[in-house]
């Protein structure tokens, strides 16, 4: 008998690219902020979600859906997808969805990544891009943004063009809020070969439709994904709904066999198509977020804070305290923002309602220590 083992040893039964993996750390949650401080009611300002909520719609597309919790999802998200894809003028066959777009992250890169492969992104950005490139144990190129957090266009543009098996552009950015312009789009898709994967995160495209993705996705030629969701400007973030458009039909044919088939629950998919049919809603709380951030920003000069040229629904400033003690000492003012590690000191504040943005504007001056 050969009493070889059937796995050589190693130190730990997990795999050994999950070490050193830092796991994402999600904005603080309300029960945590209550156990901190001893406070109830707070605005939650740290995860960018929609706090004037959803279409009214969901609501009664939400209770129909529940009437049968026994019987499983579409799979397929047939309806949703037919609706999604006949808005942006695309074959529904191009269309995938997933619990979050987070889960469409985790699809493309599974579906891409080979061990050892490279993956080409601009920090600081949304850190699940390096977290799951690590755990498909690609290699992470990172050509750093400028000093304003834009992109550096040329140095991109020159790494691309020695053909990274992903490129992933945040446009919005998070959490800085820069936008790429659409001659650097061009730029950078003219410098990328064909044969890499672009994968554009538009997570926060309804707050700034700054030109026509696919369209110049597909002038390129190359295979892409667009990722979106229904967690920002929907206001659906609890449901856990996100959507892709893909190049192809096969480009998600690949998807579908690391898909899980019931990845989203029926009741995510009839909220999403409620939420998804009341595009008047949608640009009523998209236009006051926007106008909410302008008054915001306009605090923020008036005060001398330095911040980017955000175009999310959130502001990404820099508080002379430090991130640390300005977001403990909003969090005691029931005020939930997000430090970043971001070099400068630099925090990351979501556009709540009027009242949410009243109290953090009242709150802002003792918390930066001006
Ligand atoms: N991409 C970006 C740029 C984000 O900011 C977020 C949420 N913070 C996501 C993706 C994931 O969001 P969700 O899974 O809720 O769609």
Redesign the pocket.
């Known amino acids: 008998l050969d009493r070889k083992p059937l796995t050589p040893a190693w130190a730990s039964p997990m795999r050994q690219a999950l070490e050193g993996v830092q796991g994402y750390k999600a904005g603080m949650t309300l029960a945590e902020a209550a156990r901190r401080t001893g406070l109830s009611a707070f605005s939650k300002l740290a ?2 979600e929609n706090l004037l909520g959803p279409s009214p719609k969901v609501a009664e597309a939400v209770m129909a859906a529940m009437a049968e919790p026994h019987i499983y999802p579409d799979p397929h998200s047939d309806v949703l997808r037919a609706a999604i894809g006949a808005r942006l003028g695309v074959s529904p066959a191009r269309v995938v969805v997933s ?7 985790d699809y493309v890169f599974r579906a891409v990544l080979h061990p050892g492969d490279s993956i080409l992104l601009s920090s600081p ?2 850190p ?1 891009y390096e977290i799951f490139g690590r755990c498909a144990e690609a290699r992470i190129i990172d050509v750093p943004r400028l000093a304003n957090f834009d992109i550096d266009v040329p140095a991109v543009c020159a790494a691309a063009a020695l053909g990274p098996k992903l490129l992933v552009l ?1 446009t919005p ?3 800085t809020g820069n936008a790429l312009k659409a001659a650097d789009f061009q730029a950078i898709l003219a410098a990328t070969p064909r044969s890499t994967v672009v994968f554009v ?1 538009e ?2 495209r309804e707050y700034h439709e700054a030109f026509d993705t696919f369209a110049m996705l597909d002038a390129w030629g190359g295979p892409w994904v667009s ?1 979106r ?4 400007a929907y206001g659906l ?1 609890g449901l ?3 959507y892709g458009v893909a190049s192809s039909p096969e480009l998600v044919d690949y998807l579908d066999r690391i898909r899980p088939p019931f990845n989203v629950t029926a009741v995510s998919q009839a909220a999403a198509l409620a939420a998804w049919e009341d595009q008047d809603y949608l640009k009523r709380t998209v236009d006051l977020t926007i106008a909410e951030r302008g008054r915001v920003e306009a605090v923020l000069d008036d005060m001398g804070v330095e911040h980017t040229e955000s175009h999310a629904n959130f502001v990404f400033l820099r508080s002379p305290a430090g991130p640390e003690a300005t977001a403990a000492h909003l969090l005691h003012q029931g005020l939930i923002i997000r430090p970043t590690p971001v070099a400068g000191g630099w925090v990351r504040i979501t556009i709540g309602r009027p009242a949410d943005n009243d109290a953090l504007i009242a709150a802002l001056p003792a918390a930066l220590s001006l």
């Open positions: 995860s960018n619990p979050g777009s987070e889960a469409l992250i950005t949304f699940t945040c950015n998070n959490p995160d997570a926060y990722a969701t229904f967690s920002k973030a856990r709904m996100g």
